[in-house]
């Protein structure tokens, strides 16, 4: 399991300037626009600002060649043009957890850390697009933040969801589904909002709060897992300690049948979440924590 010091920030202030340029760099070299079904800042990885896709017609002289459309020029024959509306000004609501569940990263880092990565990477394409940011941060207690279009105005945010980790509190953290009326009053109606989460109290009774805000909000859910919380590797006997009430035990992973059965029901936990975001209307997708943050998200098109 990852050590980590209780006073070390998830992500420093030169990581998270570092991300800034990553995600400023790809948006400069990027050679065309990428079609995606998302828009807002997930979008904004592929895409440039302020242009929604409208309708195809032929290439007429003096059309931005990198508004071709090579697909529909392949299937014609004939040289076509994509053609854009301007969009309103787009807005990005980030709910980001790093609850003790979050805490926990068997390779490269906690999926807290991820969360906080992938947040400021989706916020700070959001901000390259001249867009809103705001969002909400899960700990011991919930933190929400205004919305701004500045990087300034961003940054307590992304600093909350990096900051230092603190478990010396007695106080049982929110729970996820607790929070989702709050949010849709507080997140601007119509915001692309990004939850960040391992999902690890989200169960079948949510349904109808999960449903509220895929019709509020256009949503996108990002679940944070670890490898190992997929399956074990045979390393003998460790020690588990559950993050929400401190037991732990002693579980014995050279045990092949044991390790077959926690397969078989972490494998039935997702499929039970895919479901339920399924039938949600909430499109779901794993981020792992020992891989690359960046490039997972890219690929999610």
């Known amino acids: ?36 079904p998302y828009a807002g800042a997930f979008n904004s990885l592929h895409r440039g600002h302020g242009m929604e896709l409208h309708d195809v017609r032929p290439y007429q002289v003096g059309d931005d060649i990198r508004h071709m459309d090579w697909r529909a020029t392949a299937r014609s024959g004939k040289a076509t043009s994509k053609v854009f509306l301007a ?63 500045t990087l300034e105005g961003t940054l307590p945010l992304l600093q909350a969801a990096a ?67 997929e399956s074990l590797v045979a390393c003998g006997k460790i020690r588990v300690i559950s993050p929400l009430t401190g037991n732990s035990h002693i579980i014995d992973t050279n045990n092949a049948a044991l390790r077959e059965a926690y397969a078989e029901t972490m494998q039935q936990r997702r499929h039970t979440l895919e479901q339920l975001c399924l039938r949600s209307q909430l499109p779901l997708h794993t981020l792992y924590n020992h891989r690359d943050t960046l490039q997972q998200l890219i690929q999610l098109q």
């Open 1 to 36: 399991m990852v050590d980590h010091a209780q006073q070390q920030a998830l992500l420093s202030t030169a990581e998270l300037a570092q991300l800034q340029q990553s995600v400023l760099q790809r948006r400069q070299h990027q050679a065309r626009p990428l079609d995606t």
């Open 87 to 149: 969009e309103r000004q787009r807005s990005l609501f980030l709910v980001i957890d790093r609850r003790p569940s979050m805490q926990f990263g068997s390779r490269v880092e906690l999926k807290a850390t991820t969360a906080a990565r992938c947040a400021a990477i989706l916020a700070f394409a959001a901000l390259a697009m001249r867009e809103r940011v705001a969002g909400v941060v899960l700990g011991n207690e919930a933190q929400f933040f205004s919305s701004s279009q």
């Open 163 to 229: 900051a230092p980790l603190n478990n010396t509190t007695q106080t049982r953290p929110p729970a996820l589904n607790a929070l989702f009326e709050k949010i849709s009053h507080t997140a601007e109606r119509g915001s692309s909002l990004m939850l960040i989460s391992d999902l690890h109290d989200i169960e079948e009774s949510d349904q109808p709060a999960l449903l509220d805000i895929a019709s509020r909000f256009e949503s996108i859910v990002l679940r944070i897992t670890d490898p190992a919380e």
